[in-house]
């Protein structure tokens, strides 16, 4: 026999072997059936925790969680490694140490926290300044919906207070409207890489009167799975109040987040607002706040002139004097709006006035509760919508509030808190939130809970709707104060559409 023959032969093997793989495979229904894209679990997730505080006082716990779904399984692995800390701009050699057995150090270093299984949280705790930025990852059944929270308080020094961020995705763009440079301020910005290249970033700063001048943020060099702290200070001479600071990565992905820290109202960490939008929802401004500043900034080239609106139990309203708000182009506006809220909690809600168009804006609250020496200071950025699914994790049995609030069409919800650290029994609760309306929720608590638990927020009906939680701590553990801090909760992105696909034979024929 030939040997082209015997080529043809088993080019026909191969073929028929590829060929009813494929029919195998091919599922009975979905995608590849229908013609029609689908909606799938994520199969890897990725979440970066910043370095919680620089005080020798703090107290830091961390908390993990994956809900369940419906096809629940345990083939996966979700853990939270440390970071390597640099300073900026400076090359960090620790990534490149390599053990006596030549494989780089780092590498099978144990997990500061995993997730186990679906529905069940984790928590770790860690004291002082030693505490680390983390580096997280998600695989397979625990990746959908994986979230992740630190909360550190400490009662002494610039910034005392509650702090609390979500751990969250890299990405390569953010908007941090409500930063600050003031003498009684210090601002730092948190960059953190997960990824074994370098990232760049350039940092712009943008005030009242538009873009400062800068060369210190262009270019700064974060190192392979490392974290790098930036005081924003230190990149402008002149001192600003109020700041709107714009973060880009020119090569590699980092998640950012800035830890304000004052001298007198304590201090919080400002993460990302939503990505420029015409209209904006800032959800969750508690009921007893007694200062609120809204800061607002237009990035595009265009004007924009917005609605101010402020939505609560009963309905929205405009504050008195700060009805509309005027943003030009590149310029950062604060307006003080005092204690807006009155004794009721509420979110404001911008949205463009009839002759401005639909030109993009960033904005972000600085919320204060208590007077004198007794302040306590947090952020709310604008939100994202909660979609169809949004987790948060460390809630405590006391302590804890939810915000709902549905800006455009009525809306109805489903709210599950989870089992918690230590035991106890999830439990559900559905609410309807009026239009226009902000709903503060009564938290369900899970059966006998022990330890902390996590919260996840499904959109069952209606427009879409915005949602946040705030922590708060009183009595002796805070030295007094009413500290409390404020996270969004925004889709988890736990699914992913996948396009519709079919087996083509042809492509074996070229």
Same mark, same amino acid.
């Given at each position: 026999?030939?040997?082209?023959?015997?080529?043809?032969?088993?080019?026909?093997?191969?073929?028929?072997?590829?060929?009813?793989?494929?029919?195998?495979?091919?599922?009975?229904?979905?995608?590849?059936?229908?013609?029609?894209?689908?909606?799938?679990?994520?199969?890897?997730?990725?979440?970066?925790?910043?370095?919680?505080?620089?005080?020798?006082?703090?107290?830091?716990?961390?908390?993990?969680?994956?809900?369940?779904?419906?096809?629940?399984?345990?083939?996966?692995?979700?853990?939270?490694?440390?970071?390597?800390?640099?300073?900026?701009?400076?090359?960090?050699?620790?990534?490149?140490?390599?053990?006596?057995?030549?494989?780089?150090?780092?590498?099978?270093?144990?997990?500061?926290?995993?997730?186990?299984?679906?529905?069940?949280?984790?928590?770790?705790?860690?004291?002082?300044?030693?505490?680390?930025?983390?580096?997280?990852?998600?695989?397979?059944?625990?990746?959908?919906?994986?979230?992740?929270?630190?909360?550190?308080?400490?009662?002494?020094?610039?910034?005392?207070?509650?702090?609390?961020?979500?751990?969250?995705?890299?990405?390569?763009?953010?908007?941090?409207?409500?930063?600050?440079?003031?003498?009684?301020?210090?601002?730092?910005?948190?960059?953190?890489?997960?990824?074994?290249?370098?990232?760049?970033?350039?940092?712009?700063?943008?005030?009242?009167?538009?873009?400062?001048?800068?060369?210190?943020?262009?270019?700064?060099?974060?190192?392979?799975?490392?974290?790098?702290?930036? !005081?924003?200070?230190?990149?402008?001479?002149?001192?600003?109040?109020?700041?709107?600071?714009?973060?880009?990565?020119?090569?590699?992905?980092?998640?950012?987040?800035?830890?304000?820290?004052?001298?007198?109202?304590?201090?919080?960490?400002?993460?990302?607002?939503?990505?420029?939008?015409?209209?904006?929802?800032?959800?969750?401004?508690?009921?007893?706040?007694?200062?609120?500043?809204?800061?607002?900034?237009?990035?595009?080239?265009?004007?924009?002139?917005?609605?101010?609106?402020?939505?609560?139990?009963?309905?929205?309203?405009?504050?008195?004097?700060?009805?509309?708000?005027? !943003?030009?182009?590149?310029?950062?506006?604060?307006?003080?709006?005092?204690?807006?809220?009155?004794?009721?909690?509420?979110?404001?809600?911008?949205?463009?006035?009839?002759?401005?168009?639909?030109?993009?804006?960033?904005?972000?609250?600085?919320?204060?509760?208590?007077?004198?020496?007794?302040?306590?200071?947090?952020?709310?950025?604008?939100?994202?919508?909660?979609?169809?699914?949004?987790?948060?994790?460390?809630?405590?049995?006391?302590?804890?509030?939810?915000?709902?609030?549905?800006?455009?069409?009525?809306?109805?919800?489903?709210?599950?808190?989870?089992?918690?650290?230590?035991?106890?029994?999830?439990?559900?609760?559905?609410?309807?939130?009026?239009?226009?309306?902000?709903?503060?929720?009564?938290?369900?608590?899970?059966?006998?809970?022990?330890?902390?638990?996590? !919260?996840?927020?499904?959109?069952?009906?209606?427009?879409?709707?915005?949602?946040?939680?705030?922590?708060?701590?009183?009595?002796?553990?805070?030295?007094?104060?009413?500290?409390?801090?404020?996270?969004?909760?925004?889709?988890?992105?736990?699914?992913?559409?996948?396009?519709?696909?079919?087996?083509?034979?042809?492509?074996?024929?070229?």
């Amino acid at each position: 026999m030939k040997r082209t023959t015997l080529s043809l032969i088993a080019a026909g093997a191969a073929l028929a072997a590829v060929t009813s793989v494929a029919a195998v495979a091919a599922p009975e229904e979905g995608p590849a059936a229908t013609g029609k894209a689908a909606q799938q679990p994520v199969e890897r997730t990725s979440l970066l925790c910043p370095a919680p505080s620089s005080s020798e006082l703090a107290e830091t716990t961390y908390t993990a969680y994956t809900p369940k779904t419906e096809v629940s399984s345990d083939s996966g692995t979700a853990a939270l490694v440390p970071a390597a800390r640099s300073l900026a701009g400076k090359d960090d050699k620790k990534g490149d140490e390599k053990d006596d057995k030549g494989d780089k150090k780092g590498e099978e270093e144990k997990p500061f926290l995993a997730v186990k299984k679906q529905g069940a949280p984790v928590t770790a705790e860690e004291n002082g300044s030693g505490a680390p930025a983390l580096i997280g990852l998600a695989e397979g059944s625990l990746a959908p919906g994986w979230s992740a929270q630190q909360t550190t308080h400490f009662t002494a020094g610039a910034g005392r207070g509650l702090h609390g961020a979500a751990c969250s995705a890299p990405d390569t763009d953010f908007w941090f409207p409500g930063a600050s440079t003031a003498e009684d301020r210090s601002d730092y910005l948190h960059l953190t890489n997960p990824d074994d290249a370098a990232a760049v970033v350039d940092i712009e700063l943008y005030g009242k009167d538009g873009a400062l001048d800068s060369e210190v943020g262009e270019g700064i060099q974060v190192p392979p799975r490392s974290s790098v702290p930036v !005081l924003l200070s230190t990149l402008t001479g002149k001192p600003q109040t109020n700041l709107t600071v714009h973060v880009t990565a020119r090569s590699g992905r980092v998640a950012a987040a800035v830890q304000a820290l004052d001298q007198k109202v304590g201090g919080d960490w400002l993460t990302p607002s939503a990505e420029p939008s015409a209209s904006v929802v800032l959800p969750g401004i508690p009921k007893d706040a007694t200062a609120v500043r809204l800061v607002a900034f237009a990035p595009g080239s265009a004007d924009a002139d917005l609605k101010v609106s402020l939505a609560g139990p009963n309905g929205s309203l405009s504050p008195a004097g700060n009805e509309t708000l005027h !943003l030009k182009s590149g310029m950062t506006t604060a307006v003080d709006l005092a204690d807006v809220t009155r004794g009721e909690p509420g979110s404001l809600v911008l949205t463009p006035t009839g002759d401005s168009g639909d030109t993009p804006v960033v904005a972000a609250v600085r919320v204060i509760r208590g007077k004198g020496a007794d302040q306590e200071s947090a952020f709310i950025p604008a939100a994202r919508p909660v979609g169809d699914r949004a987790t948060v994790t460390g809630n405590g049995a006391k302590g804890t509030y939810l915000s709902l609030t549905a800006p455009g069409k009525a809306a109805k919800v489903r709210v599950t808190a989870s089992a918690g650290t230590g035991g106890g029994t999830a439990a559900t609760k559905t609410y309807s939130v009026g239009a226009g309306r902000t709903l503060a929720a009564d938290v369900p608590l899970p059966d006998s809970l022990k330890g902390t638990y996590a !919260l996840t927020v499904e959109t069952v009906s209606g427009g879409p709707v915005h949602a946040s939680r705030t922590l708060t701590l009183s009595g002796a553990a805070a030295d007094g104060i009413s500290m409390f801090t404020v996270q969004n909760l925004t889709d988890d992105r736990g699914t992913v559409t996948v396009p519709a696909a079919r087996p083509e034979m042809g492509v074996l024929l070229d």
